[in-house]
T-cell receptor, first 114, second 117 residues
Framework: GEDVEQSLFLSVREGDSSVINCTYTDSSSTYLYWYKQEPGAGLQLLTYIFSNMDMKQDQRLTVLLNKKDKHLSLRIADTQTGDSAIYFC??????????????FGRGTSLIVHP | EAQVTQNPRYLITVTGKKLTVTCSQNMNHEYMSWYRQDPGLGLRQIYY???????DKGDVPEGYKVSRKEKRNFPLILESPSPNQTSLYFC????????????????FGPGTRLTVL
């Protein structure tokens, strides 16, 4: 978890945009992931980005990758109360010598209030 | 349905009484892992296994044991549980080797909430 860092909490108002940030240390990361954990459940893959991309958009979700700064962000537009969850950033390293096994951050609790 | 199952989902026990939390996956994954999740500390890896009979320590292995005798099962054993092992535990699995150009998703079980009194 120490190779991937993210803040523990984020509070937003319903309808606003949420931006969850993550930094990672390994410049050879191949895939970067966002997992979502809803209350009382396990983690599920939400979205991911390949390291040769800068941005990926999927409906209300936008993933931005800044390889130079080793910074990943997840933007949720028009945040709803149903988006309240813990969001985990993860990286994996592919290619020769890479295990492809994701390393997880500690998770950011997103709290959406009316 | 592809899934990771854990049993039990909830367990209350007393200090020193040995317990086992089972984990099973039906996706023929080589890699399996145990995590614990605690408020303010996030997700921390306990042990992982790259394949049958291959296990290794994660970040917080003290007080835990694992075994990997079969590919589908990866039980977590607490020989003498203590109150500081009260936590939410997750088992996860994935392929151990990626395929070039394809992401390697890790699948998680529903969690086991353990309370040690």
């Amino acid at each position: 978890g120490e190779d991937v860092e993210q803040s523990l909490f984020l509070s937003v108002r319903e309808g606003d945009s949420s931006v969850i940030n993550c930094t990672y240390t390994d410049s050879s990361s191949t895939y970067l992931y966002w997992y979502k954990q809803e209350p009382g459940a396990g983690l599920q893959l939400l979205t991911y980005i390949f390291s040769n991309m800068d941005m990926k958009q999927d409906q209300r979700l936008t993933v931005l990758l800044n390889k130079k700064d080793k910074h990943l962000s997840l933007r949720i537009a028009d945040t709803q109360t149903g988006d309240s969850a813990i969001y985990f950033c993860a990286e994996s390293i592919g290619g020769t010598g890479g295990s492809y096994i994701p390393t997880f951050g500690r998770g950011t609790s997103l709290i959406v209030h009316p | 349905e592809a899934q990771v199952t854990q049993n039990p989902r909830y367990l209350i026990t007393v200090t020193g009484k040995k317990l086992t939390v089972t984990c099973s996956q039906n996706m023929n994954h080589e890699y399996m892992s145990w995590y614990r999740q605690d408020p303010g500390l996030g997700l921390r890896q306990i042990y992982y296994s790259m394949n049958v009979e291959v296990t290794d320590k994660g970040d917080v292995p003290e007080g835990y044991k694992v075994s990997r005798k079969e590919k589908r099962n990866f039980p977590l054993i607490l020989e003498s549980p203590s109150p500081n092992q009260t936590s939410l535990y997750f088992c996860a699995s994935s392929r151990a080797q990626g395929v070039a150009g394809r992401r390697n998703e890790q699948f998680f079980g529903p969690g086991t909430r353990l309370t040690v009194l």
